[in-house]
């Protein structure tokens, strides 16, 4: 029989705390946040289509890849105050297969969703850091991407 001890309930407590923890992360430093370069995205064009369901927005980002071999995932989001709205910019990375890589031809449809609460943000940016399997060492850039809302 187990017996529950002061001692044991504490340890028990300060497991519980850092099991807590465990998935928090300590807030993003300058040479931390995502790096945005000059000019702009110039990848297959990402549409983005926005469902309220309840007091949660949805954003769904879609995009065409003209050939098989391509990842596109988020890597980032965060909601900064701007002037005077509230601004959600979505860092993601599309991924193109390398060189030598033989890929199906044929066009290939990526969806990413992101979900927030519908008063969090007024605008959504969207950046793109664009780059051949292998290039995983470099510095990500992103480049701002033109959207389409739906």
């Known amino acids: 029989m ?4 002061p001692a044991r309930i504490q340890l028990a407590a300060i497991l519980l705390v850092l099991l807590m923890c465990a998935g928090c992360q300590p807030a993003r430093s300058a040479t931390d946040a995502p790096q945005i370069g000059r000019g ?3 990848g297959p064009p990402i549409t983005v289509d926005l469902q ?15 050939t098989g071999g391509y990842r596109f995932v988020l890597d ?8 005077q709205s509230r601004v959600a910019s979505l860092f993601l990375t599309l991924e193109s297969p390398a060189r030598d890589e033989m890929v199906t031809q044929a066009l290939i449809d990526h969806e990413l969703t992101w979900t927030r609460h519908q008063d969090a943000f007024d605008e959504v940016q969207v950046y793109v850091n664009q780059r051949a399997r292998g290039e995983e060492g470099r510095r990500a850039v992103y480049r701002r991407a033109e959207i389409v809302i739906h």
């Open 52 to 66: 309220e369901r309840g007091r949660m927005v949805e954003l769904t980002l879609t995009l065409t890849a003209p």
């Open 2 to 5: 187990l017996v529950l001890t």
């Open 40 to 42: 702009s995205y110039d």
């Open 76 to 83: 980032d989001a965060e909601i900064r105050e701007e002037a």
